[in-house]
């Protein structure tokens, strides 16, 4: 049973950092792509970053970014811990949202972060944890 679970949501002043964790389980790192999301009420969901390998055999993970935060959002995986990271400095009131990790296999990062797939037909989603920067 794959399951993918939050942590690190928080309230943090403009300028500020938080770092998202999603733990995984049922489930292998490196075969399968994982994403950062983020929903606003009222909006449409967004996708903040994603890290999948290129190649079945490929060792190295390739990372995009949403473009609004590229240079202050960093993904990371630990394939030893079965958990991907999210840290997010330099945070803006415009970062305010649910933050959710989704994985597939099939997921295609490119056009995840360029707000281009169907986010809830994604295999595996987690709860999600609360992101309030104020300004």
């Known amino acids: 049973q794959v399951q993918l679970v939050e942590s690190g949501g928080g309230s943090v002043e403009a300028g500020g950092s938080l770092i998202l964790s999603c733990a995984t389980s049922g489930l292998t790192l490196g075969k399968i792509a994982i994403g950062w999301f983020r929903q606003v009420p009222g909006k449409e969901q967004e996708g903040v970053a994603c890290?999948?390998?290129?190649?079945?055999?490929?060792?190295?993970?390739?990372?995009y970014y949403l473009k609004s935060v590229k240079g202050r959002f960093t993904m990371t995986r630990d394939s030893a811990k079965n958990t991907v990271y999210l840290r997010m400095n330099g945070l803006k009131p415009e970062d305010t949202a649910t933050y959710y990790c989704?994985?597939?296999?099939?997921?295609?990062?490119?056009?995840?972060?360029?707000?281009?797939?169907?986010?809830?037909?994604?295999?595996?989603r987690g709860k999600g944890t609360l992101v309030t920067v104020s300004s």
């Open positions: 890290i999948r390998n290129e190649a079945e055999d490929a060792e190295e993970a390739k990372t």
């Open positions: 989704g994985a597939d296999v099939l997921l295609p990062c490119a056009r995840a972060v360029a707000g281009a797939i169907n986010y809830d037909a994604v295999d595996y």
